[in-house]
């Protein structure tokens, strides 16, 4: 990739960040900010935003906030903020070009959902915390309602499509290669060592709600069923995991658009 298909990266990557900054939008930027004030309020010092793009949620966190934002996305094309230094890095296929525990806060908004190996990025995440930093992510929910009928009738999650297997442009939603659970987003930050994970979402979809009425009674009855069949037959509920597992049923992911994810590095 780094040689005589260097610049089909580069052309990949210029797109793949266009994809991304098309779904991040206000809503997911509020709700970015509302996981920051829950995990530190009085949030001060250096700060990554990886993905930035035009640097929209940058602009957000300054308003509230004294930080020093630095961003790592595949472009410096896309940055219309000249004061906001932009590391280029393919994260497939290099980790984050920063040292160790170099960061108060990570963000990381419309991201994951791009990269073949979202955990490898968030073990990277963990290195360039400080004890103490948080991080804070967004990826499409691809559990509401909406996208689990698009799934059983088209194979398909909403927000994502058949792709080409050759020649393709990565943007919008042919850039989106990863579905995500919310359940599989907290595994992970768990795995990589973070703790007070808490999912939420940016707004709840009218279009799910429709849904919510016809299904919503029958994936309760499921849900429960199932919860005790993993207890009692698989034991694979534990005292950590239930709450997420319980989670994916929760009224906010079954309409929710898009997922935020706030998690703290343990300060020991």
Known sequence: ???????????RAAVRCHGAMELSTPHIHQAALRQIARLAPGLQGEHLDIGAGHGELISSLRARYQLRSTACDQTADL???????????????????????????????????????????LRETWRVLKPGG???????????????????GFGFHN??????????????TDGHINPVS?????????????????????????SS????????LPIWAISRLELRRERRRYRTLDPQNEPFVRGLNSLDV???????????????
């Open 1 to 11: 990739m780094f040689a005589a298909r260097l610049g089909r990266v580069r052309a």
């Open 79 to 121: 940055m219309r903020l000249p004061d906001v230094p932009v590391a280029v890095a393919d994260l497939d296929r290099v980790g984050l070009p920063f040292p160790d525990a170099r960061f108060d806060l990570v963000t990381c908004t419309e991201v994951i959902e791009h990269l073949e190996y979202y955990r490898r990025c």
């Open 134 to 152: 948080i991080f804070v992510l967004s990826t499409p929910n691809i559990l509401n309602l909406k996208s689990r009928v698009r799934f059983l």
């Open 182 to 206: 919310c359940f599989y987003v907290a595994h992970s930050l768990a795995e990589a060592g973070f703790a007070d994970i808490c999912v939420t979402i940016d707004k709840r979809q009218r």
């Open 209 to 216: 709600c429709g849904w919510l009425l016809l299904l919503g």
């Open 159 to 172: 927000l994502f499509g058949p792709l080409p297997f050759s020649g393709r442009e990565v943007h919008a």
């Open 254 to 268: 079954l309409l929710g658009r898009t997922i935020i994810v706030g998690a703290r590095k343990p300060s020991a």
